[in-house]
Nanobody, 128 residues
Framework: QGRLVESGGGAVQAGDSLRLSCEPSGFSGRLSCIAWFRQAPGKKREAIASKYLGGGSIDYGDSADKARFTIFEDNDGSTVHLHMNNLKPEDTAMYYC????????????????????WGQGTQVVVSP
């Protein structure tokens, strides 16, 4: 059974940077799409960005801050990262990575219902 493991979260101060990582394992085939989402307490889960693996396209969620958030993959495509600059208290949330499964690519519209596989999440807390 495939799984995703997120890491890199933590407690930081406003203005700091963090790099989150998503490492997949156990899937029956090569993954084509990995996305990052986040959910703050009492709020809906929101899309941040998706990456078509193997040097493919990137799409951002409607409310994502493209100037501060960057999604990228390792050269071998084994791990996908989310680099976040100039963090703000409103970025405090649980951050999740997700995939649509082996060989299934990304869609330009980032909808959580399109992603059947999710990690457990990594918590980010940003203090003023």
């Amino acid at each position: 059974q495939g799984r995703l493991v997120e890491s890199g979260g933590g407690a930081v101060q406003a203005g700091d940077s963090l790099r989150l990582s998503c490492e997949p394992s156990g899937f029956s085939g090569r993954l084509s799409c990995i996305a990052w989402f986040r959910q703050a307490p009492g709020k809906k889960r929101e899309a941040i960005a998706s990456k078509y693996l193997g040097g493919g396209s990137i799409d951002y969620g409607d409310s994502a801050d493209k100037a501060r958030f960057t999604i990228f993959e390792d050269n071998d495509g084994s791990t996908v990262h989310l680099h976040m600059n100039n963090l703000k208290p409103e970025d405090t949330a649980m951050y999740y990575c997700a995939t649509r499964g082996p060989y299934i690519g990304c869609r330009t519209s980032l909808e959580s219902v399109d992603f059947p596989y999710w990690g457990q999440g990594t918590q980010v807390v940003v203090s003023p």
